[in-house]
T-cell receptor, first 113, second 114 residues
Framework: GENVEQHPSTLSVQEGDSAVIKCTYS??????FPWYKQELGKRPQLIID?????GEKKDQRIAVTLNKTAKHFSLHITETQPEDSAVYFC????????????FGKGTTLSVSS | EAQVTQNPRYLITVTGKKLTVTCSQN?????MSWYRQDPGLGLRQIYY???????DKGDVPEGYKVSRKEKRNFPLILESPSPNQTSLYFC?????????????FGQGTRLTVV
């Protein structure tokens, strides 16, 4: 089955710096890659997703890139702010019956001002 | 308001005492799923359902049961809870039957089994 590895597990940056979180997946048939943000004590919420027919997607200060050949995808946050502090999860799935959405173990991002 | 509602939010129970965590969504979503969240292990999928009466195992299904008799409800059943099932549980739903659209999560249920 699919396996998703996420690095780093913790990341500390100064306000205004950029942050990059990387994930690799094992099943080359995976074609949907969402990123979720979970603030302390709250539920995960989708911040951006990308499908396998697209190499990059941006939404204001966040972007996701996908390299299908290498089977990895990354989340990029520019001009970080204290409110970006949270746990970020990547995930991967196949659009086939009988498959699940597999999450990485998460990255705790701390943005200090 | 579009939402996924789980109950209860907190539950302390004893080993072996059957319990059910309810999950309901009002968005007419096809796909529903249950996750457990443990420190250092992230979100692990327990079971998912692509439609009424269609359920399938996720990564960690042992010790859990689910049912999908109605589109809006997807209860999680622990027939004989054990301490290793102490965890934070989330229910989620998505519009796409394959789960490849945004997942909306419930508020979470913190379960302690003693």
């Amino acid at each position: 089955g699919e396996n998703v590895e996420q690095h780093p597990s913790t990341l500390s940056v100064q306000e205004g710096d950029s942050a990059v979180i990387k994930c690799t997946y094992s099943d080359s048939a995976s074609n949907y890659f969402p990123w979720y943000k979970q603030e302390l004590g709250k539920r995960p919420q989708l911040i951006i997703d990308i499908r396998s027919n697209v190499g990059e997607k941006k939404d204001q200060r966040i972007a996701v890139t996908l390299n299908k050949t290498a089977k990895h995808f990354s989340l990029h946050i520019t001009e970080t702010q204290p409110e970006d502090s949270a746990v970020y999860f990547c995930a991967a799935s196949l659009n086939q019956a009988g498959t699940a959405l597999i999450f990485g173990k998460g990255t705790t991002l701390s943005v200090s001002s | 308001e579009a939402q996924v509602t789980q109950n209860p939010r907190y539950l302390i129970t004893v080993t072996g005492k059957k319990l059910t965590v309810t999950c309901s969504q009002n968005m007419n979503h096809e796909y529903m799923s249950w996750y457990r969240q443990d420190p250092g292990l992230g979100l692990r999928q327990i079971y998912y359902s692509m439609n009424v009466e269609v359920t399938d195992k996720g990564d960690v299904p042992e010790g859990y049961k689910v049912s999908r008799k109605e589109k809006r409800n997807f209860p999680l059943i622990l027939e004989s809870p054990s301490p290793n099932q102490t965890s934070l549980y989330f229910c989620a739903s998505s519009l796409d039957p394959g789960g490849q659209t945004e997942a909306f999560f419930g508020q979470g249920t913190r379960l302690t089994v003693v």
